[in-house]
């Protein structure tokens, strides 16, 4: 099939967690659209990969073309 990029999305932490005690927040990327199957996923902080980013979930994968 033709090779498609990802759509990529960058969702803001739920309101909740930016107005608690807490120093951290959650990320959310949501990449969509792509074929292949196979893509490589890395989270960036001044464009050097961060080794561990903590938790990670994957879906069903791509859409169907």
Same mark, same amino acid.
């Given at each position: 099939?033709?090779?498609? $990029?990802?759509?990529?999305?960058?969702? $803001?932490?739920?309101?909740?967690?930016?107005?608690? $005690?807490? $120093?951290?927040?959650?990320?959310?990327?949501?990449?969509?659209?792509?074929?292949?199957?196979?893509?490589?996923?890395?989270?960036?902080?001044?464009?050097?990969?961060?080794?561990?980013?903590?938790?990670?979930?994957?879906?069903?994968?791509?859409?169907?073309?």
């Amino acid at each position: 099939g033709k090779r498609l $990029p990802p759509s990529v999305f960058l969702l $803001p932490p739920p309101p909740e967690e930016s107005s608690g $005690p807490l $120093p951290t927040l959650s990320l959310t990327c949501l990449a969509r659209g792509f074929f292949p199957a196979d893509i490589d996923v890395q989270w960036q902080k001044n464009q050097e990969k961060i080794q561990d980013f903590g938790k990670s979930a994957w879906n069903s994968g791509p859409e169907k073309e």
